[in-house]
Structures are given as structure tokens and as C-alpha cells.
């Protein structure tokens, strides 16, 4: 099902709420009183992998149709929407796909963000996520045109594994050599992100934390999430934060960290050896949206104020038809005020899985999860 946008236009510039006065000097809060903070930018639709919790190939086979280049925001639209963002309060901007990597002169576009400057004077906090595909021959470039850091997604260290999962038979070896570049090149501190799946590399959460422990890289375990409505998620194939840490427990002692920021995503955990540390992101068994300070903006400019969002907010045709950038950061204004995501919260408060299975007597339920927004559209 195609998501139903809300516009925030009405096809003219005259429809964009005017500017407020003093809206920079005092960073908005959406209703539940959460700042925005942080801003992932989705570049392309496109993957060369086809994993299974993000684009199945059964879905996004040869018949897809990809999103036009044309109706891609180009880069210059994507660095004046940062900067509208950036004067509401966000600080960390993301780029992710699809395969970020695979937009072509990526590096530009991370020039011109490099080159913003937020209210204080000082540059965002500027990183990428990459499935590392590409990352080898990439990461200097990158580092020269200005990006900070990189999150390479990596769900298993087994090549057969690994090759099963990415659906793309990529070796392990080229994902592990980019993560190699990229520590040459300066592009860190560098993260790790496994998506671990019940039966599916379970196996691999000890291996990858041996591998990872001493190298100055943050490994970070994620539930695996019913994100979209193509992955055929169900509660079965999560395996549970609290379950990992018991793994890695019994493997050696760890002690929990203070969160590195407001609004971080992952329980951070480190070796008591002082070898290093591990993250957890268990947004389905212990929902963290009470301080989410998040915002996606997708490759064709729509803004989501939730990664299970189904309805987007258009900016492309306003930006196209005009706008100024005061009617911008007054529209963003006003669309964070009035926010007030909180889907695995309430999920949780609820006490149901949500798959669609699970309520199957709750067509409202289900119809929302079949529209939900997939995350290869916004990213991660």
C-alpha cells in the first residue's frame, strides 16, 4: 500500500505557514517534550544487498521500480533542508540509504554539510552508515570531503552466514576490508551494527564481540524489528536484548555506561578489562521513545517523525515551488510541535507483538502494519 503523505503546501508557497518570530532562539519540542536533536538523511532507495530484514529479494526483485532520479532531492535541496533543520536544534546529521554509497558523488553532498555551521558556530556531528560494500575503495574520499564517522552494518563474521544473509553473495572478507579502510582513513570512532535473528545468526554474537573486543570499534547488537511490512517479521526471530547480554555475560564481565548522549539509541556496555565496549538496541522488548529525538528525511523529501511512521510530510514540492528558507524552518517548526510519536511504547504498554498475525482480529492493526513505511525508503 502506498502511504497517504500529508502535504504541508497547497501546491504554492503561500501555503506554508509564515515565519515565526524567535523561532531560532528557542529550538522547538514536539508535544511529549523532546527536542530534535538528530536528522538521518536517506539518499537513495537503491541496495546491492537484498537482506531479508530490509529488502527481502522475493520483494525487491528485478520488477521493482526504484525511485527516478528525478524525483530524488538533489544535493544542494538536501543541504538547505539540513540547514533548516539545523537551525531548529538538530546537531547530528546521518546519511543512509539504501546503500548510501551507492549514490553517485556522495562525496560532494558530504562537503556541503561539512561545510554548514550550526547556531553556535560549530559543524554537526557528520556520519554515514554503509553496509561496507564499498567502503574499501571509498573511505578516503569521504574523510577528505569532510565526513566524521561511519556505522557499517555486519551481521555475521561466517562467510556462508554472512553471504546468506546480504542475499547478494558478498564475502565477508570485501564488508571487513572496508571497516579496515575506513580506520585508516580516519573515519572514526567507527561502529558496528548486527541485526541478530532468531535461528538465523544467532550463532555469530560471540564470535563478532571476539573479533571486535580491543579494536577500538563499538559493536552493537539490534532486535530485529518490524520495520515496513515486507520482512515477514515476528516476535519469534527476535532474540532479545536481555538474552545477548547474558551471552556475552558468560563470555566476560561487563559493566553498564552512562548513555554518550540525550536520545541514544544504544544501552552501552563495556568489557570490565577495559578491552572495549558493546551497544544494545532493544526497541522491541524495551521501547526507548521517551527521549527519541529523531528525524528521517526520505531521498524524495518527505519527513518522518517515526521509523514505524505510514504517512510522510512533503517538502520537495514546496522547495521546488520556492520556498524561502524561514517558511521551511517555520513548516518544521510546527510539524515537530505537534508530534507525538511513540509506537513501541505503545506497543509494548499494549502487551502484543505487533505483527499482523498477532492481532488478526484487529484489521485497524494490521492495515497500519501493511502500510508502514519501509526502511530502506528512510533509513535506519
Known amino acids: 500500500m502506498t502511504p497517504r503523505v500529508i502535504p504541508l503546501h497547497d501546491d504554492r508557497t503561500q501555503g506554508l505557514a509564515p515565519p515565526e518570530p524567535g523561532l531560532g532562539a528557542q529550538p522547538p519540542a514536539d508535544a511529549l517534550g523532546r527536542p530534535l536533536r538528530d536528522l538521518r538523511i536517506s539518499v537513495t532507495d537503491r541496495c546491492n544487498f537484498r537482506c531479508g530484514y530490509c529488502m527481502p529479494k522475493q520483494v525487491f526483485d528485478k520488477h521493482h521500480q526504484f525511485l527516478p532520479h528525478a524525483d530524488l532531492l538533489g544535493f544542494e ?4 533542508l539540513a540547514r533548516a533543520f539545523a537551525s531548529l536544534g538538530v546537531e547530528k546529521l546521518r546519511l543512509t540509504g ?4 551507492l549514490r553517485r558523488d556522495i562525496e560532494a553532498l558530504v562537503g556541503q554539510l561539512a561545510a554548514l555551521r550550526l547556531p553556535d558556530g560549530s559543524a554537526p556531528d557528520l556520519t554515514l552508515t554503509t553496509n561496507g560494500s564499498l567502503l574499501a575503495r571509498k ?5 577528505e570531503a569532510g565526513l566524521q ?6 551481521d555475521a563474521l561466517d562467510d556462508a552466514v554472512f553471504r546468506r544473509m546480504n542475499d547478494a553473495d558478498f564475502p565477508v572478507a570485501e564488508a571487513l576490508a572496508g571497516i579496515e579502510a575506513a580506520q585508516a582513513a580516519g573515519l572514526g570512532p567507527i561502529k558496528v551494527n548486527m541485526v541478530v535473528q532468531r535461528g538465523v545468526n544467532e550463532d555469530e554474537i560471540l564470535p563478532m564481540a571476539r573479533h571486535f573486543r580491543g579494536t577500538g570499534i563499538a559493536l552493537r547488537f539490534i532486535e530485529y524489528m518490524d520495520v515496513g511490512a515486507t520482512n515477514g517479521w515476528r516476535m519469534n526471530d527476535v532474540v532479545p536484548a536481555g538474552e545477548i547480554l ?9 559493566h553498564p555506561l552512562l548513555p554518550g548522549a540525550p536520545g541514544e539509541t544504544a544501552q552501552r556496555w563495556a568489557w570490565a578489562d577495559g578491552s572495549g565496549e558493546i551497544g544494545l538496541i532493544a526497541s522491541v522488548t524495551q521501547a526507548f521513545c521517551g527521549d527519541c529525538n529523531r528525524a528521517r528525511l ?3 523529501g ?3 517523525l517515526c521509523l514505524f511512521a505510514t504517512e510522510g510530510h512533503d517538502l520537495r514540492t514546496p522547495l521546488r515551488a520556492g520556498a524561502s528558507d524561514a517558511q521551511l524552518q517555520a513548516a518544521l517548526g510546527t510539524l515537530w510541535r505537534g508530534r507525538g510519536d511513540q509506537y513501541s511504547a505503545l506497543r509494548a504498554a499494549d502487551g502484543a507483538a505487533p505483527d499482523a498475525s498477532a492481532k488478526a482480529g484487529d484489521a485497524g492493526t494490521a492495515a497500519a502494519a501493511a502500510s508502514r513505511i519501509e526502511m530502506s525508503y ?3
Do not use: C, F, M, W
Not at 564517522?149 to 555486519?154: A, E, P, Y
Open 246 to 254: 547474558r551471552r556475552l555475560q558468560a563470555e566476560a564481565p561487563l
Open 378 to 380: 528512510i533509513g535506519g
Open 139 to 143: 573511505a578516503q574520499a569521504l574523510r
Open 98 to 101: 539504501g546503500e548510501p554509497l
Open 77 to 80: 535541496e538536501i543541504t538547505r
Open 298 to 300: 526520505s531521498n524524495d
Open 302 to 304: 518527505k519527513v518522518y
Open 149 to 154: 564517522r561511519v556505522t557499517v552494518s555486519l
